[in-house]
């Protein structure tokens, strides 16, 4: 009974780990917009951004929806603390390190801060599932 409250993980990893779940489901959100090709996505960009996504390669949209959806279900592993979700982390930050990295290399960027935001988010998620299994919060 003692090892199960020490290993009882603080409030912030509740909250970090509801943020990671917001943040990886604007990316589904995202993706599944630019997948179906939707009215409210078209409207979001100009011509120009949008004929650059649908020139993209298929590994680059892969990569995305790799990103995006093994974060949200790496998120979903944290809330349910299993330690799953480390190798989901790791899963999301290498195909976002692919996909932006294409991106930065092409000159596709379109706001640098967005793109260097979702790397360092990827970082910071796959740090702090590791940090969670460390400490014994996940299992």
């Known amino acids: 009974m003692t090892q199960s409250s020490s290993n009882k993980p603080p409030i912030w990893f509740w909250i970090v780990s509801v943020i990671a779940l917001v943040w990886n489901g604007m990316g589904v959100n995202a993706y599944l917009q630019q997948a179906y090709n939707t009215e409210g996505y078209r409207a979001m960009y100009s011509d120009e951004q949008l004929e650059i996504t649908s020139n993209m390669p298929a590994w680059v949209t892969a990569a995305f929806a790799i990103a995006v959806?093994?974060?949200?279900?790496?998120?979903?592993?944290?809330?349910?603390?299993?330690?799953?979700?480390?190798?989901?982390?790791?899963?999301?930050?290498?195909?976002?390190?692919?996909?932006?990295?294409?991106?930065?290399?092409?000159?596709?960027?379109?706001?640098?801060?967005?793109?260097?935001?979702?790397i360092v988010f990827a970082f910071i998620f796959v740090w702090f599932a590791r940090k969670s299994e460390a400490k014994g919060w996940l299992s």
């Open 69 to 118: 959806f093994a974060g949200a279900l790496g998120a979903i592993g944290l809330l349910l603390r299993k330690s799953w979700a480390v190798k989901l982390w790791l899963l999301s930050l290498v195909a976002v390190i692919v996909q932006m990295g294409y991106i930065l290399i092409n000159d596709y960027v379109s706001s640098l801060v967005m793109t260097i935001m979702i």
